[in-house]
């Protein structure tokens, strides 16, 4: 496992292994130099002595994985937890523990395009590997049925995932996140790969066959598995409610991974299951609060490391000295967070129920259209759903005349690079009062488009 240059650990120096010393003898140090106010009486009386701690307090990651374990059924460790201040926080510290400048990491698409956004701020590049539409999105298993080799060190020579690469060439000044320039340079080397189970926008779980070859590429590959799962609990349909069985383990000692041929029939999986605990690569999960508790405001979120321990221990080794640099989680959140989480189950109940409604609305309105020609790509998870349509309807002229003619906008398709253009996003959280007309109206235009 390759971690980035800038988190390489150094040796302690004298000051630092004195005062290792010290502690070890139970010798109390008078700290001539401590510049923290709340150890010496000039804090607010309504808030703990601060103590820097990387990972977030400790009794507040005992409540988050007490709360963890409880939801998940199984067992959560407080010290493989990192507390945050949003998922976006997390991602950027976990290209900064894999990615040196110019390395890239693979991404799903269609996709929302923050990944590739916090790369660029973190001067790496994202791939995209393709999900597609065959009645529900999915991996096309070919494309991770074969390893991908080194990164060969000529100029001109094919960049290792190129299999994986599916830019769709749409003008970046639409929105589109990947153009030739994200592309991987020769050069370029594979440092993670990232899967969103459900994914935004398509709303597709990562089933159990989708897993599988997940975790053999990322072992192949000796890279890491980042799943974010902010959206996992607001599944919409009563037949993928989320269970929890155990991972099967890979083979022992120097055996190879697990392969998946591309012919071998997808596995029946109706209830997916979180990537979070993953024992067999480095994987790294992602939540929070702001999509759990449909609180955006609620800036708590977390990392939680799972994997083979030695890689666990190496890899936390240097994301806690990223994390002592930011410190982002403060003793005023951890007061509010057992309030928080108690209103978890709740509130997700609430969310995904206003979510369910309008699908089905939706899908009403749609079986009403008079043309026919309009369908739901039926979203298994999350927040939203996307329209298709026919291709002659532009995306944009659809869009511009909502704004123009009846106050409404949706996200076009080509936001989240569709593999085909006639689609457009639209939210499932509006109350149902202004969620049906809206659709009325946006399916009333569709019709007038496409007969045109």
């Avoid at 800038?6 to 008078?30: D, I, S, W, Y």
């Avoid at 709340?38 to 990387?54: E, I, N």
């Avoid at 666990?312 to 989680?329: C, G, K, M, T």
């Avoid at 457009?424 to 569709?446: R, W």
Wanted: net charge negative.
């Amino acid at each position: 496992m390759k971690f980035s240059k800038r988190t390489e650990l150094g040796v302690p120096n004298a000051v630092t292994k004195a005062e290792r010393a010290a502690a070890a003898r139970g010798q109390h140090l008078v700290r001539l130099a401590d510049s923290n106010p709340t150890r010496h009486g000039l804090g607010r009386p309504d808030l703990p002595v601060y103590q820097a701690t990387p990972r977030g307090p400790l009794a507040t990651r005992e409540l988050l994985a007490d709360f963890l374990t409880r939801r998940d059924n199984r067992e959560v460790d407080p010290e493989r937890l990192y507390l945050l201040s949003s998922t976006s926080q997390g991602y950027s510290w976990l290209m900064k523990l894999f990615c040196d400048p110019g390395d890239t990491v693979l991404a799903p698409t269609p996709g929302y395009p923050l990944v590739a956004e916090i790369a660029r701020l973190e001067s790496a590049r994202v791939a995209p590997y393709p999900l597609e539409w065959v009645g529900r999105w999915e991996l096309n298993l070919a494309d991770f049925a074969s390893p991908v080799h080194e990164v060969p060190s000529e100029v001109n020579a094919p960049t290792p995932d190129s299999r994986l690469v599916a830019s769709q060439g749409v003008d970046a000044t639409r929105g589109a996140r990947a153009t030739d320039s994200d592309q991987p340079s020769p050069r370029s080397r594979l440092a993670a790969i990232v899967a969103i189970n459900p994914n935004n926008p398509t709303g597709s779980y990562v089933h159990d066959f989708e897993r599988e070859a997940l975790v053999a590429y990322a072992a192949t590959q000796d890279i890491p598995l980042i799943a974010d799962e902010v959206f996992f609990d607001y599944w919409l349909d009563a037949g993928l409610a989320p269970r929890e069985p155990a991972a099967k383990p890979l083979p022992a000692g120097d055996a190879a991974p697990p392969r998946i041929a591309p012919d071998e029939p997808p596995a029946t999986c109706a209830n997916p299951r979180r990537l979070a605990g993953e024992t067999r690569v480095l994987t790294f999960a992602l939540d929070g609060l702001s999509k759990n508790l449909a609180a955006p405001g609620a800036k708590v979120a977390w990392i939680e490391v799972s994997g083979p321990e030695d890689l666990v221990a190496a890899a936390q080794a240097r994301l806690d000295r990223i994390a002592d640099a930011y410190l982002p989680f403060s003793d005023v959140l951890a007061a509010r967070l057992p309030q928080w989480l108690a209103e978890v189950s709740a509130q997700t109940a609430r969310v995904r129920g206003r979510c369910q409604e309008n699908l089905a609305a939706l899908r009403e309105l749609v079986a009403g259209e008079p043309t026919g020609t309009v369908t739901v790509l039926a979203p298994e998870g999350g927040w939203n759903a996307l329209l298709r349509f026919p291709a002659v309807v532009d995306e944009d002229s659809l869009v511009a005349s909502l704004i123009s003619r009846h106050g409404i906008t949706v996200q076009p398709g080509y936001f989240f690079d569709m593999p085909f253009p006639g689609v457009v996003s639209v939210s499932l959280l509006l109350e149902p009062e202004a969620f049906a007309p809206a659709v009325g109206v946006l399916l009333s235009e569709l019709a007038t488009a496409a007969t045109a």
